[in-house]
């Protein structure tokens, strides 16, 4: 027999029996590898971004205010609430409505006049045109400064930016201007947008509504009830 030959066949059995040992230990690895993964991503910190959770990842999401921060942005958001459910709350006289057609300033004015008029801008779809109004109203109130920054940067969210779904309509002008505004937020950032946003209603939505059945119906309603509130007149003595 061949001894070389007989070499070479113990090696090849070697070598067949030390394949599935290999194979073992390299799939053990992978799945080892795998599992690590699985594990550091299932255990990622749940306010993680999509794409990055890493503790010293810089996203925005990972930010986390200061006590400071979260009681101004309470105080905003209770001030908002407030200012959108009591211009609903007051109910206009006789007079006070017909003063309405005079002007739009006796209107917005009158804060039953405001409810009335926002409940015929819902029919319009324009009713953000009056909630950005009110909110820049209640911002030039403001003196506290750092209520002041979140306020405003509330207001651009909600009424500027493109994305919002209740962006008022600003020329390129006026949004040149908020923009540079922004860099150092005022109780009168918004200046500007609000008066744009003022004539817009005025020349726009105003007229509409003088004419519209909303009103109309306003008007009489409340002559029926001063009518039914008018005392009966004694009868006369012959």
């Not at 001030?79 to 109910?91: D, F, G, Y």
């Not at 409810?115 to 009110?134: A, K, Y």
Request: aromatic share 8%; glycine share 2%.
């Amino acid at each position: 027999m061949d001894p070389m030959g007989s070499e070479r066949e113990e090696m090849g059995k070697r070598q067949m029996q030390e394949a599935p040992s290999t194979v073992q230990t390299h799939n053990t690895h992978t799945h080892s590898a795998i599992n690590t993964h699985t594990h550091s991503w299932l255990n990622a910190p749940p306010n993680a971004c999509c794409f990055c959770w890493c503790c010293c990842c810089s996203c925005s999401c990972l930010t986390v205010r200061s006590a400071q921060d979260e009681r101004i942005q309470r105080l905003v958001c209770e001030q908002t609430e407030v200012t959108s459910n009591c211009e609903e709350s007051p109910k206009p006289t006789l007079e006070d409505a017909r003063s309405w057609g005079q002007s739009f300033e006796r209107l917005m004015k009158s804060p039953a006049g405001r409810g009335c008029f926002r409940q015929f801008l819902r029919t319009e779809f324009s009713e953000e045109n009056l909630l950005f109004w009110l909110a820049c109203e209640e911002l030039k109130k403001e003196t506290n400064r750092g209520v002041v920054e979140e306020k405003v940067r509330q207001i651009y969210e909600d009424f500027v930016s493109i994305l919002s779904p209740r962006e008022v309509s600003l020329d390129s002008r006026v949004r040149d201007v908020i923009n540079r505004n922004m860099t150092e937020p005022t109780s009168h950032t918004f200046d500007d947008a609000q008066q744009q946003i003022y004539t817009l209603m005025q020349r726009d939505s105003y007229p509409r509504y003088m004419n519209s059945s909303i009103y109309s119906d306003l008007l009489q309603s409340l002559e029926q009830q001063q009518q039914l509130q008018q005392p009966e007149k004694p009868p006369e003595t012959s």
